[in-house]
């Protein structure tokens, strides 16, 4: 496998450095330093351990630290998995090559007097739930959900979809389209390395209050957003069970879902 990191650096100075460091548990997998100009480097695992789903959720760790004069100034790290998966239209869902059928559940963050502000103990509560009932995907409905529900996403081996809060009524404002964009970028960037992320959603329904080419210009301008951040996964959106086969809603996304009652 070929990993790709790319670190968010301003400021760096002539004695400063990039320290790259892949990790497999205790074991060091790879390590490269970089004078801390050179933001983005390319390293290889060899005889790579596959993140493969429910059978075997694997999970390396890349940590970088950034050093000056030898000693360590700011450090990140950040889980990562390796896996290749496809979508094929008579066959459906394939990941590492293996068809892998999706069955599983839409998920809502909120309890009653809670709404909201989960602890991670409800988070966890939901994730065994969703487990015990042999679910292997979920759909994050319908906005950005707690940073803790991706990482035991990627734990537990689930295959995601997760999504923009763009749903029912389309807003035909300057204002709120840049809002859609904004929120479909933050759910990008901030996700990009939960390996358990496998689609990304623009939109919910959003045909309740009609269609019309102002909303399947904002639609498109979401779906060309996500292939400009994001070469490696596909988009989806969510139509209402009334759409029609021959709708353009149906031909902007990679692979289109319906909700029916």
Known sequence: AKIT????????????????TITDGDTVVDTVTVSADKTEVEQTITNVHLWNGRKDPHLYTMHVELKKNGTVVDERSTRFGCRTFKVDPEKGFFLNGEHYPLRGVSRHQDR????????????????????????????????????????????AGMVVWAEIPFISMFLNTPEARENTLQQMHELVVQNYNH?????WGISNEISIGGES??????LHA???????????????????????????????????SYNHY
């Open 5 to 20: 990191t790319e670190v968010y650096l301003t400021n760096a100075g002539s004695t400063e450095e990039l320290v790259f």
């Open 112 to 155: 009653p007097h809670i709404g909201n502000a989960l602890t991670h103990k409800e988070h966890k509560e939901d994730i065994d739930l969703i487990l015990e009932m042999g679910a292997n995907t979920i759909r994050l409905a319908h906005y950005q959900h707690n940073q803790y529900f991706y990482d035991l996403c990627d734990e």
């Open 195 to 199: 390996p358990s992320i496998c689609f």
């Open 213 to 218: 080419e102002e909303l399947l210009s904002n």
């Open 222 to 256: 979401l779906n060309d957003l996500v292939h400009e951040l994001d070469q490696t996964r596909l988009t989806t959106m969510a139509n209402l069970s009334m759409v029609e086969n021959d709708s353009p809603l149906n031909h902007i996304t990679d692979v289109i």
